[in-house]
């Protein structure tokens, strides 16, 4: 009877023991989405404020690219959104600490931090540039001297292509650098999900 018992007893504490460990590893491997406090709320915000990010700038290209109709007012709205959201606004986010599972900032990033810096605030003088060119309409010299951007959309002929839906190509080269600037920081600073 005796031997039945510390069977019974190992099993409980065996069990006892793995269940402890399965979630204790589910609470580290766990996505941040399920961390409410700490760490993990620092990386959910910047989730949320990068996929933010990510959706301003395919409404962007979605109006410089002809796939939506180009508003000025909204472009121009757009690309104020960025700079705000860049710059010291994103670097905040970074606090150092704040790397946890479920995250995908690479861990070399707080130690080349002066980098990642650079292209923050590299990101909100172009979104700032492309806010200045949007907003602007231009004049008949400015359109014969650097040229505009006609979406493929706006059809052919002068009573198609309106002043207001003319894109400076100033604009279209900052779209293109800030584009450029997102994607080589997600190259250096990115990595596959811990």
Known sequence: MKS?????????????????LMGTASAWYGSAWNRPYGSGA??????????GHGYVMRELSGMLEGRRVFNRDEAVRLARELEEGFGDSLISRYAPGTWVAGSRTAPWTWNNFGAFRGYAEGARQSSKRLAGALDRE?????????????????????RHQQRSGLIPMEAIREYGLLNATCHSCHMSFRA???
């Open 4 to 20: 039945a018992d510390r069977k019974r007893i190992s099993g409980i504490v065996a069990v006892s023991a793995g269940l402890l």
């Open 42 to 51: 620092v990386t959910y915000e910047r989730q949320n404020m990068m996929r």
């Open 138 to 158: 231009l004049t008949d010299e400015e359109v014969q001297q650097q040229g505009v951007w006609v979406p493929p959309g706006m059809g052919h002929g002068p």
């Open 192 to 194: 596959r999900r811990w």
